[in-house]
């Protein structure tokens, strides 16, 4: 494929994003195919002659786009957003078009730097502490490529802090802390380092945030126990709810006990901060007087397109310690009497005195070689992405962006609580509203609903029953109007409550999408409730 | 920014990025910047007000392009290739219109599916055995971010699968096999996991690569000791060398030890089975008959651009059921008083029917759920980069690309071999080289060049301070042509011998590149013996 070739297939591409954008509101938010469709339409192996690229970019078109979900849908509400743009579309155009590892600053120093610049616009935006700006020297952000990815780290860095400060306690005796809110991304750290954690629990009556006496009656039972809990990943907007934990209580009393790390996965919420009304409901005071580290993923609902999940630290240190595998060799006693090199591909030679000099810029901390600070060795030019977006919208169209949306689900958690047929289940937090279906009272109808203080008692079991179907009938569009009524939204479940969501996320949704959105689910959900009859009328 | 600016957008960075190739031989291929160039040309704060994008993209041509280093250019010769092509640039720009974190089937079936496809298609190009192909139920692969990742995850599964087997063994007498040439994944791997390792020694006289006897003596030593070794990290194509592991006489071996887990990291050299002439040296036999897990990078030789770490196992469930934290739940006996549920961003919900159905076809193996394959629980749309890129060029392109850089390789090397002033290290490997300048005997002139064998012993130390300087002079551009000497190669030290790396693996690389990086290197390497003439005539 020739430069002009490209050309071509290139402007092709940017066409057919339009057409894709032009008609996305028309299409079915769920792709409507079945597990295998393209499995079975594939061919078993690669052609042996080229194609040309009209032939595969057709295929995208045709094989691909209906086997898309649509996360960019002006009604997608399920999980949380994950926000595409056309700035972050472009950003990745360059970004691809000068490909590179980007493992140390010699590799290509725009990344790097560029990088170090955007963490701290985005610790600005989020009006994090300036302990956590890479221009402090000490602390500092990296872009990983999830949340998962930076709770990892985190509780690496976490880990050695503590095994250093502690050397006499054996690796088997750590303990991490989670509450039973914490996203999964809690337990597969655990998982993949082989450390016991314990999930504390969290109560209907706070809003499922994980209260203070809770982490000190665990800590000090775990200790008595010949344990030792060394860091709590606590969560400021959970996956289920929108739960913010208590870190006002939290964090100092994380601070009474030794070298215990604080991190805060923010993963979802954390762009909120950018509009100052909401930094207080995100306890970002509390996040920086006292996280160690803290992560927010623009990806998700700050427009950026996936993955950029910003991390930052108190003290990078911790962390760039812990991945640098040149003292980790020094320190290693196993090393054997072979000649053991430092081969991280030859990032730690000196091709020239430049970069000899920036090694001793490294060194007193001035500068930065994001290789240690997270798994890999390479990495994708991420930061582009920040820029673009970040300059495109301006902190002004970014927190626009945010107001908007909790607008539109606080609109839709208004509708909702003068229904009688639904009930909110725990207080909205920012666009994200958790709710279920209920059985009204017998006499109950649209014109004169009653308060939902007044719905009849019914047994869980039945109501969780019931909250199932509903959400089947909206996925498959089994619902009066079949396809017209489908609406994609999650389940979740709360202390053993079945609960829907619908959060507000996406660029392109507006008041319209919202009210629809709560129009199919009284016609549904009343239509469900008139077949339940047997139930409601004993 | 609306859909005709994007448009407008879209088509000038397609503009761009032809000018950068039509441009691309005229650049130096190292990025001419300072360290601190790009932080201090950027302001402190992301703009109030949003800019347009014709600003921005103007910033990335003044700004952020000085500061690459060009890895696309037909004289980049260092490290290892990292691959950036037109139909992976295209493949970007569609995945990235319809981002999405892609962690189960439901988010986006074509990213699920296409990745089995291709899958399956890279491991048919490289004549892996059926086993690990998706389609085999049992074995099976998916991209992950990086060699580095990929070994990590590799070696939890080896983790697993070895303390199931052995209940009764702690942790702690855990133990990590590596060669003293195994990338810095490997020690990285360790210290994530806190587990300890050993490099087992390599010999100059064996190629660097790791022979059968070094591990069975260090396993033995091991288990007297009360250790416990479980997986070894071989390599076939090491960075510094491309040495390739004995793995005729490793694969029988492991299979006589419990339990014991062979990970191949074939991250270079890996793409090189895609011509069935170098399987034989790669071991692609042994792979298919001893391997457990193999990654292979097409991000580097392979045409695709970064990210695109292929990973293959031979029974994933050993990965899966890792990283799997819905049973980890369950075993866990931490899980503590409270409910605790099961919060993979509602990937364990089942929204309607029809992803129960295919939960069933899950758990019967028949599909794929990535985010079990990974530490993330979001993904990247990656898949479709190789289905272009295989597409594009077709099985013939693919190789055609292989085997002309192992030819331009092969031509540097013999190039070398003819002159008196260089040696050649170690036996090429594909389009590898490792060479370092020598002091000829007194009489030796370009025009009677003598063998290398009689060039004049000399000590150690100051044939490496030679080729140090040989190095800096090449970097810097300070030989007699200026900045017309300019050749940007990587450093290596093999058992104590530095030595220089000349690697072929740029699409657009030519015989001329090649004969003109061997001419600048002739010219520098000549001007420097002279300058040193003290040590030639002592």
Redesign the interface.
């Known amino acids: 494929?020739d430069?002009?070739?490209?050309?071509k297939?290139?402007?092709r591409?940017?066409?057919?994003?339009?057409d894709?954008?032009?008609s996305l509101s028309e299409r079915p938010v769920?792709?409507q195919?079945?597990?295998?469709?393209?499995?079975s339409a594939?061919p078993?192996?690669?052609?042996?002659?080229?194609?040309s690229?009209d032939?595969?970019?057709n295929d995208?078109q045709t094989?691909?786009?209906?086997?898309?979900?649509?996360?960019?849908h002006p009604s997608f509400f399920?999980?949380?957003p994950?926000?595409?743009?056309?700035?972050?579309?472009?950003a990745?155009?360059?970004a691809?078009?000068?490909?590179?590892?980007g493992f140390n600053?010699?590799?290509?120093?725009?990344?790097t730097?560029?990088e170090?610049?955007v963490m701290?616009?985005?610790a600005?935006?989020l009006g994090l502490s300036s302990s956590f700006h890479v221009?402090s020297g000490v602390g500092g952000g990296a872009i990983q490529?999830?949340?998962?990815?930076s709770a990892?780290v985190a509780v690496?860095a976490a880990?050695a802090r503590f095994l250093i400060a502690h050397p006499d306690v054996?690796?088997?005796k750590l303990?991490i802390y989670l509450s039973?809110?914490?996203?999964?991304?809690g337990?597969?750290t655990?998982?993949?380092?082989?450390i016991?954690?314990?999930?504390?629990?969290?109560m209907p009556e706070d809003a499922f945030s994980l209260r203070g006496d809770r982490l000190r009656d665990?800590y000090e039972e775990d200790r008595n126990a010949g344990k030792w809990p060394f860091v709590l990943i606590a969560t400021v907007g959970?996956?289920?709810s929108g739960a913010v934990d208590a870190l006002e209580e939290l964090g100092p009393i994380t601070k009474d006990f030794p070298d215990f790390w604080l991190h805060v996965d923010a993963a979802w919420a954390g762009v909120s901060f950018s509009c100052p009304e909401y930094r207080e409901q995100g306890r970002l005071k509390e996040i920086n007087a006292f996280a160690d580290s803290c992560c927010v993923n623009f990806?998700k609902w700050g427009l950026v397109?996936?993955?950029a999940s910003t991390l930052w630290l108190r003290d990078r240190r911790h962390l760039t310690e812990?991945?640098d595998?040149s003292p980790?060799?020094l320190r290693?006693?196993?090393?054997?009497?072979?000649?053991?090199?430092?081969?991280?591909?030859?990032s730690s030679?000196f091709?020239?005195?430049?970069q000899f000099?920036?090694y001793i810029?490294e060194l007193i901390g001035?500068?930065i070689d994001y290789r240690h600070w997270q798994?890999?060795?390479?990495?994708?030019f991420r930061s582009?992405k920040l820029?673009?977006v970040?300059?495109?919208?301006?902190?002004?169209?970014?927190q626009n962006h945010i107001r908007k949306c909790v607008r539109l689900g606080t609109l839709f958690h208004d509708l909702l609580s003068t229904s009688s047929i639904f009930e909110v289940v725990t207080p909205r937090s920012l666009a994200l509203t958790v709710f279920r279906l209920i059985i009204p009272d017998a006499g109950a109808d649209a014109s004169s609903p009653p308060p939902a203080s007044l719905a009849r008692p019914i047994d869980l079991q039945t109501l969780n029953e019931l909250n199932m179907e509903l959400?089947?009938r909206l996925?498959?569009g089994s619902g009066p109007g079949g396809e017209d009524d489908k609406l994609?939204?999650?389940?979740?479940?709360l202390?053993?409550k079945v609960c829907i969501r619908l959060v507000v996320g996406a660029e392109r949704t507006q008041e319209e999408h919202v009210q629809r959105a709560f129009d199919i689910l009284c016609k549904v959900g009343k239509v469900l409730l008139n077949d339940v009859t047997p139930i409601r009328e004993p």
């Open positions: 494929m430069i002009e070739e490209f050309r297939a290139g402007y591409a940017v066409d057919r994003i339009c894709y954008y032009a769920l792709a195919v079945k597990p295998g469709y393209l499995t594939l078993h192996e690669a052609p042996q002659k080229g194609e690229m032939v595969i970019a995208f094989l691909i786009l209906p086997g898309i979900t649509h996360w960019q399920a999980y949380f994950s926000n595409a743009t056309f700035p972050g579309m472009l990745d155009i360059y691809s078009s000068v490909t590179n590892p600053w010699m590799c290509s120093p725009a990344c730097e560029l170090s610049v701290d616009w985005a600005n935006l221009a490529s999830s949340a998962s990815d990892l690496i880990r054996p690796a088997e303990v039973t809110q914490t996203h999964s991304l337990t597969k655990a998982a993949i380092l082989n016991p954690f314990r999930a504390l629990p969290v665990a959970s996956t289920s990806h397109n996936f993955d812990a991945l595998v980790y060799y290693n006693k196993h090393s054997d009497e072979g000649t053991l090199q430092f081969r991280d591909n030859f030679d091709p020239s005195r430049l000099f920036y810029l001035t500068v798994v890999a060795l390479g990495r994708r582009i820029w673009f970040l300059r495109s919208y301006g902190v002004e169209g970014f959400h089947h996925t498959e994609f939204l999650t389940r979740t479940d202390n053993g």
